[in-house]
Each structure stands twice: as structure tokens, then as C-alpha cells.
């Protein structure tokens, strides 16, 4: 832990990118977060979500203490607890009866130990990352084609460009750093690379695109085997290339001719114009210097494995790959993805890039000494929670992630965790779907307290470095994983005291017979002998970097040097590939799930600052207006998304962009917060059958109105339990809690309902109006003048505005006419509500910048930042701020 005062150089908790963070710890404890403009990932940007991270730092959702069938123990019982607990299920039923789910939020270290002991002392491989549920296909398709997991380029390229391919990855919101960096190289060179954004959805991302092409969903490797086979036509193949590093070309474009032969056919399965699908084919092809960006619209589908190799193909065809400004580029969803699957925390790989090849299992069993080693993989995420639902699994840990928010069809993960004998979890936070179903709460340290590795989108290792002391009993990951081994009997392969002790043993391995690199991908032996002093100050790094290498490579596979068991990269046969699920009459519409701007995975962290809360407050479904109409919903109305496999009530949201026939749910909400707002409880399970990873953009859904009796919110001063009723859901206010209503029983007198949840102490004050004739009821509680509580009811969804009531938490005490103003339900004169949050990083609301375009004639962004900021930090509310412009 460092002192008060000093700057901590550390990394952003949230996506792929990577962010270096400069962190400044203040004298009460909270901290000052800014960007590390030393960093090579981000040179000092930050996003909405990183610029806020000072303002998540409090302890009161936390798992501060063990805890063993809800009562509170020490360590010491906790953990031998557990211990008897697998020991049982092992000696009972084997090494397939136990199972450890795990996390892109782990460190590098805390994975190492969790692989070592599953594969190396269990002997079972049912271990399993919620990396699968994002870039598994993207692993698969990297495998297939150069025979090893990588990534072949660096973010640089992004920049050295001159076309960037964006497929299925609204970068704009989710790798904002990233798409800022485009954005600054189109600034200085003259507005190259240009853009090209493939999505079903017009996104942020489209905002400084030339084109944007909303293929059908599903359509993507139709679109890529057309490009294979114009590539082919027109001559654009680099057959240099093709003869000495690629095998498989021919037989690939066999595939890509029998199912995309022209543009008109191409035109018929995507959905696109002939026309824009020929220029983007010309474009593609007489541009040398193209980066591919893909991410979960291309690998979280059914055939997501193939759609990467297709965009692959491409590549390898034209010899575009490994040199300065081209190739595919997998951008990963989590801080430690990458690290993850360098260490094997994926079921069907060993360890170190090794998958259970008969001399890898000998190889790490030697390296290991290990005495019962996994020789086969282990099940795939949805077929471990399949098998925890059929019993075959008895005994499981989760550390660092909340499954039963995040898989498909996540009502069938709740029932699985439910009839599971032992149910162990790890986490942070005392309070998510999945904790509250364990036997046993191991509290783990989060980001600040940890001390670590992780591995971004381009292969670079960064440090996470503490600067707070560990709150409560709260320990990392690897040391709880470490004192399991040891009472399972595993002393001698766990003399681990420190992550830099963990982090020696992980480079070694990955040099480990592995001839400087030439038979493996992952090698980081240089770093093997690194004294603990020297991993205090490790400085970002990429790898390969084996044994006497002095710097990482940028980029890879430009001269060949594959993989493969021939050493060439092979070009994959790709045919007709369409969702395993089609609409139907019974559900018309499809749903795609995804992530929104300011909020990460299950909001654990996110979610407890205004800042981020503000701009999308509600879970949401984004529909067409004509879709809208003939479903009978309306714009911030309540609705049900009901498909075969769950249903979620969440607010209506109409977009004239959003494709007919399609509908957008994020999918962040979890019980805590919306309790009926968990949008993967909708999503089908079914999953790619090579990469394992579950098809979450493409469900059929019906989306019907959802009619309560009466609709509401509830501001409070105080976090309070909000009613039991049939939708809720709580969202943080800088001054205030807010929670949003809506139920189906009557209630008969506001009044006394409105005092049984807030309580009739004699110091409180209530100012109200009821009229039982309309079922309007407005009510607030002071306390010395000041006000404590408002609850506002009506009949239907038109309520008056929040963020002006929001406002008067922060009055010290409220004047005759903020009273007034309360009771009518409106704000009065000098009163003014700011609207929702626009810009997450000055706080700017949606009212303040439509009132400052139309009274100052403000006509760009710029004009905009210079008179409210809005829009100069992260620049990620840059493109909404143009719509506003628009709209006049």
C-alpha cells in the first residue's frame, strides 16, 4: 500500500483496451484517477467509465468477511470448509464432479494458480472463464488459421491505415479510447484511415463513418466469402504469399463461390444494395493498408468461429497481415481476456498456448510435477452450468463474475446454482444474483487493493498496482486459491507467497521447451527471472518476448513463421452459415444484446457512481417506430421482451435507426438493481459448436405493452429497500437514490403506503397531494426543512421530471417556493431540470445543451465544448451531441 500524495502508475479495471491509469490517493482515503499519458495503450485518454473510477471506490456494498452458510467465520473455517467440500465431491465422484468458473476480471496471477490446481493437481479440466461468453470464437478462428491464439497486430495499425473495417463492434461506446485514437489520426493525416462501420444497428460508431452497411443480422460471412470472391476476380490476391504461408485457399474459395458467387446474391442474403456492397468491395480491394476490427457481433454467435475465419480468409488471400496498418484485429471485452487464455483458463486449453496434445500434457506434467494432470478438456461454459443443472457437477467456485446475469438463459444458471451441493464464490461485492446463491462468500480484493498482471487487446502486459489497504478480511484470489491447494494436499506445487512468485513460474512455463518461441506463440521467459523489485516496476510490455529479447513484438506472422503443424497459415472453408434460431409468427422480431456506454458487465462497479448512471438510467428496448406501433408500445412506455427461454419488463425506447424487425436490449441490469431487467434470462443458449461461445445477438423475441396499474418513483436521501413490486429499479442520483416504479395491485390509500415505506417519526414533516379520482398522489418527507423523500404516482408512465427534484436533495433546507413547486409537480421560476446526463464527464443533461444550441446558435461539437465542456474529455457523447445539433 502507498502513501497519501503519491501517484500510483496502474490499469483501467474495465474493457480490452488496456488504459494506463495515474491514480493519486487524497487524505481521506478517495482517490484522483486521471490517464497515464506514459501508457502506449492510451497516452493519457481516458473514457467515461475510466474517468470516473475515483468515484467507485466505497466500501458499502462490500463482501468484507467470510462467510459460511450465511454466518460469519474466519478465514480459516471458510476455507477448510471448502476444502472438505471438493475433497468430498472428488473422493465420491472424481475429478469431473468439481468445477471452477472464473473471470477476464481476475489477474494474471489469480488465473495461473486457479489452472494449475484444476488441471494439474485435480486431474479434471472443468474450469471455464466467462471469457467464453465473449471472444472464444475469436480464440477458435485464430487457432484454425494460424494454428496459435494471436493477435497478429497493435493498436498502431489503427492508425497507420488507411481504411478501418469495423464488424459487429460499436467501438464509439465500447473501446472508446480506441475509436478516439482513429478519430486523432483522421485529424492529422488528412482524414485517412476512412471508415466502414458492418452492423445491423446504426451505432455512436457510424458517427464519423463514410459508410455504414446494416447487413442482416447473422448475414456476415455471406458479406466476407462475397469479398473472398471478388478478391479472387479482380486479381487483388497476393499469390506470393498464398504459395509459400497459406494452405487451404482454393478449397476456401470453393466454399466462398458456392454460397456469395456475385453481388446480387450477396445483395439477397444480407440485405444490403448491391451498390454499397460493390464499392465497399472496391474499396476493400484496391486499399492496401485495411484493419478488420471485429468483436462480439461477429464471435458471440453460432457460427461466430466461421465468421472470423472468413474475415481471416481475406487476409491470408491477400498477404495482409503482420505489416504496419493491416490485418484482422480481435479487440477482447475484458481487462484480462487475454491473460486468461495466455494461462489456460479456457476448459479446452492446458496452459501456456498448449491445448492436450499427448506431448503438451506430458510437457507440463513434467514442468508441473504433476502427479494427476487433466488429459482432456473440460466442458464449455453453457455445458458446465448444464452439468451443475443435471447434478453431474457437484461442487463449484466462481471467482469474479456473476453468470447468473451474464449467460443465456440465465433463469436455467439460477435453478443449476440452486440444486448444486456446494456452491462457492469469490467476489467483491456482497450482493449479486450469483452470491446470494452460494453456501460459501470468500471476500476478494477488486481493483486498487490487488496487485497483478493483465494482458491487453495487442498483446501488451501491464501491471495493476495497489494503492488502498485491503478493506475488512478481504484477500486476493490467488492467495485464497493457493491455501485450498495446500489443504487438498498440494503444498509443494503452491509455494506461492507473492504475485511475482506466481508471475516467475507463468514465464517460465511459457519458455518451457519452447526453442525461443518457435513452437509456441506465448513466450515470456525473458521475464522468468524477474526479481520481485523488478516486477514492482515491470513497464508495459508485449509479447512474444522469450529468453534474451530486450522488447516484445509489435506485430506477427508478416514474414509467416506460423503454427501450424505445415507452418502455414490456412485459409478455412466457410459455407452457409444462418442463426440456428429463426422469428417466427409466434416471435416476430429479433433480439440483439449488448453493452451501452457508461455501464460494465452487471453495474457492480459502475453503477455505484451518478456520473454513469445518468445517461441510460434504465434497462431499455430500442425499437422501430413502425415495430413500435404494431406491438403496441410506445416511447417510455413499459414493455415485456418475451422469447422461449425467459422475459424482461424494461422501458420503451423508440429509434427510426434501429433496422425494422430488430430490437436492442443492453444487457447489464441484474436483481440488485432491476430485478425483472435481466436481459440474458431472454437470450437462447444455444452456442458455436467449435468455439463453445453462445449465439447472444440473435433470439426471437415478441415485445407486447406492459400495462401496470400505476407508475411511479421514489427519491430518497438514504439507499432504502425498494417495494416488492412488479417492476423496480434503483439508480444512483449524485444527490439522491432514485427508484422507479410500477405495480399491478391497487393500492387504496397512497398516503399510508407512501408512511410504511418511509416511516411517521414525529420530526418528519409531509407535504402531499392525493387525488384518489385520477390516482395521482405526490408526497415529501422533511426533516428540519429539508427534504428527505418524494414519492410521485400517476396512472400511467407521463411523471414529471427527475433531475430538478433531484436538485433540491442538495438544498439545505426548501423555501415556500420549492415546496410549491414540489407539490405542482413541475419546476418553478429560476427553477431548471438539466435533463438526462449527455455527457457522462461534466455531467451535462440533455435540456442545458438543447436550450444552449437554440439560444446560442451553438453548430458543432466544438462550439459546444468550448461553451459547456461537454464532449472535450473521453469525446464519447460527441456523436449524440451532433444529433442534438441536427435537431435544431
Known amino acids: 500500500m502507498n502513501g497519501t500524495g503519491e501517484t500510483i502508475r496502474t490499469t483501467c479495471p474495465y474493457c480490452g483496451v488496456g488504459c494506463g491509469v495515474k491514480v493519486t490517493v487524497d487524505s481521506d ?14 497516452y493519457g485518454r481516458l473514457c467515461s467509465k475510466g474517468a470516473a473510477l475515483g468515484e467507485t471506490l466505497s466500501l458499502d456494498d462490500r463482501l468484507l468477511y467470510p462467510e459460511v452458510g450465511g454466518r460469519r467465520v474466519s478465514w480459516d473455517e471458510a476455507l477448510d470448509a471448502v476444502a472438505a467440500g471438493f475433497r468430498q465431491a472428488l473422493a465420491e465422484h472424481g475429478p469431473d464432479a468439481v468445477a471452477f468458473y472464473v473471470s477476464g476480471q481476475l489477474l494474471t496471477e489469480d488465473y495461473y494458480v486457479a489452472n494449475k490446481l484444476m488441471k494439474g493437481c485435480l486431474g479434471g479440466a472443468n474450469i471455464d472463464t466467462n471469457s467464453r461468453l465473449c471472444m472464444a470464437s475469436s480464440v477458435a478462428g485464430h487457432k484454425r488459421a494460424f494454428g496459435s491464439d494471436t493477435v497478429p497486430g497493435c493498436y498502431e495499425d489503427l492508425e497507420e491505415a488507411d481504411l478501418v473495417v469495423l464488424v459487429g463492434s460499436n467501438l464509439a461506446w465500447c473501446h472508446p479510447v480506441l ?104 474499396l476493400w480491394g484496391r486499399t492496401r493498408k485495411v484493419v478488420t476490427v471485429y468483436s462480439q457481433g461477429v464471435n458471440q454467435s453460432a457460427h461466430g468461429s466461421d465468421k472470423v475465419n472468413a474475415i481471416i480468409n481475406c487476409y491470408l488471400a491477400t498477404g495482409r497481415i503482420g505489416q504496419p496498418g493491416m490485418g484482422p484485429f480481435s479487440v477482447t471485452g475484458q481487462p484480462n481476456a487475454m491473460g486468461g487464455r495466455e494461462v489456460g483458463g479456457l476448459a479446452n486449453q492446458l496452459a501456456a498456448h498448449m491445448d492436450f496434445a499427448p506431448d503438451a500434457v506430458e510437457r507440463v506434467r513434467r514442468f508441473w510435477q504433476a502427479s494427476a494432470i487433466a488429459e482432456n478438456p473440460g466442458l464449455k461454459a453453457i455445458d458446465l452450468f448444464q452439468a451443475v443443472a443435471d447434478g453431474q457437477i457437484k461442487a463449484i467456485w466462481i ?24 456452491v462457492v464464490v469469490s467476489d467483491a461485492v456482497a450482493d449479486t444474483d450469483t452470491v446470494r446463491l452460494a453456501h460459501i462468500k470468500l471476500p476478494a480484493l477488486t481493483w486498487g487493493e490487488k496487485e497483478g498482471t493483465v494482458t491487453n487487446s495487442e498483446r501488451r502486459i501491464s501491471r495493476q498496482r495497489t494503492f488502498l489497504p485491503p478493506p475488512g478480511e478481504a484477500k486476493p484470489d490467488w492467495w485464497a486459491v493457493t491455501q485450498i491447494a495446500r489443504r487438498l494436499g498440494f503444498a509443494d506445487q503452491f509455494p506461492f507467497e507473492s504475485p511475482a512468485a506466481i508471475f516467475r513460474e507463468h514465464a517460465a512455463l511459457s519458455g518451457f521447451e519452447n526453442e525461443g518461441g518457435s513452437r509456441r506463440d506465448f513466450d515470456i521467459s525473458a521475464l522468468a527471472d524477474l526479481a520481485d523489485a523488478n516486477y514492482d516496476t515491470l513497464q508495459p510490455v508485449q509479447w512474444p518476448l522469450p529468453r534474451g529479447a530486450t522488447a516484445g513484438a509489435e506485430r506477427l506472422f508478416g514474414a509467416g513463421g506460423f503454427f501450424t503443424a505445415d507452418g502455414k497459415a490456412h485459409c478455412i ?36 457512481t451518478a456520473r454513469l448512471t445518468g445517461h441510460i438510467p434504465e434497462p431499455y428496448v430500442e425499437i422501430h417506430p413502425v415495430d413500435a406501433l404494431a406491438c403496441g408500445v410506445s416511447e417510455n412506455g413499459l414493455a415485456r421482451v418475451h422469447s422461449r427461454w425467459g422475459e424482461v ?9 434501429q433496422q425494422p424487425g430488430n430490437v436492442f436490449v443492453p444487457m447489464h441490469w441484474g436483481s440488485p438493481l432491476a430485478p425483472r431487467g435481466r436481459a440474458n434470462a431472454v437470450v437462447n443458449p444455444v452456442v458455436d459448436p467449435l468455439s463453445g ?17 400505476w407508475h411511479g418513483f421514489l427519491l430518497s436521501r438514504e439507499a432504502i429497500e425498494p417495494p416488492a413490486v412488479e417492476y423496480r429499479v434503483s439508480v444512483r442520483e449524485q444527490t439522491c437514490w432514485r427508484y422507479e416504479l410500477a405495480g399491478e395491485a391497487a393500492i387504496d390509500g397512497w398516503p399510508a403506503w407512501a408512511r410504511d415505506l418511509l416511516g411517521d417519526d414525529p420530526d418528519r414533516e409531509w407535504l402531499e397531494f392525493a387525488d384518489a379520482g385520477t390516482g395521482r398522489y405526490r408526497g415529501a418527507v422533511l426533516v428540519g426543512g429539508r427534504l428527505e423523500a418524494c414519492l410521485f404516482v400517476a396512472p400511467t408512465h407521463e411523471l414529471p421530471p427527475r433531475g430538478w427534484l433531484a436538485g433540491l436533495f442538495a438544498a439545505p433546507e426548501l423555501g415556500s417556493a ?58 464519447s457523447c460527441v456523436p449524440e451531441l451532433r444529433q442534438l445539433i441536427a435537431q435544431g
Open 693 to 709: 461461445q453462445p449465439e447472444s445477438k440473435h433470439t426471437p423475441v415478441r415485445v407486447q405493452a406492459y400495462r401496470p396499474r
Open 818 to 875: 420549492e415546496r410549491a413547486s414540489l407539490l405542482a409537480g413541475r419546476p418553478g421560476g429560476g427553477q431548471r431540470d438539466g435533463g438526462r446526463i449527455v455527457c457522462a464527464c461534466f455531467g451535462v443533461g440533455l435540456n442545458t445543451l438543447t436550450a444552449a444550441i437554440r439560444e446560442r446558435g451553438l453548430a458543432t461539437p466544438e462550439a459546444i465544448g468550448a461553451t459547456l465542456k461537454a464532449g472535450t474529455n473521453c469525446g
Open 29 to 42: 482515503g478517495g482517490a484522483q484517477v486521471e490517464g497515464d499519458e506514459q501508457h502506449p495503450a492510451n
Open 573 to 608: 472453408a466457410v459455407g452457409e452459415r444462418a442463426p440456428v434460431h429463426a422469428a417466427d409468427d409466434s416471435f416476430p422480431l429479433i433480439l440483439n444484446s449488448g453493452r451501452i456506454r457508461d455501464q460494465w458487465h452487471t453495474m457492480t462497479r459502475t453503477g455505484k
Open 399 to 422: 471467482m469474479g463474475t456473476n453468470p447468473v446475469v451474464s449467460l443465456p438463459d440465465a433463469d436455467a444458471a439460477r435453478a443449476a446454482l440452486q440444486r448444486c451441493p456446494l
Open 649 to 657: 419488463i424494461v422501458r420503451v425506447r423508440t429509434n427510426p435507426e
Open 179 to 282: 475509436y478516439q485514437r482513429i478519430l486523432a489520426a483522421r485529424e492529422r493525416r488528412a482524414g485517412k484511415p476512412k471508415l466502414v462501420v458492418i452492423d445491423p444497428r446504426r451505432t455512436a460508431t457510424c458517427d464519423a463513418a463514410e459508410t455504414h452497411l446494416p447487413l442482416k443480422p447473422g448475414s456476415d460471412t455471406a458479406l466476407f466469402n462475397g469479398l473472398l470472391v471478388h478478391l479472387y476476380q479482380q486479381d487483388r490476391l497476393d499469390s506470393e504469399f498464398l504459395d509459400q504461408q497459406v494452405a487451404g485457399f482454393w478449397a476456401a474459395y470453393q466454399a466462398a463461390k458456392a454460397v456469395a458467387p456475385n453481388v446480387p446474391t450477396v445483395a439477397a442474403k444480407t440485405g444490403l444494395p448491391a451498390s454499397d456492397i460493390a464499392e465497399f468491395y472496391g
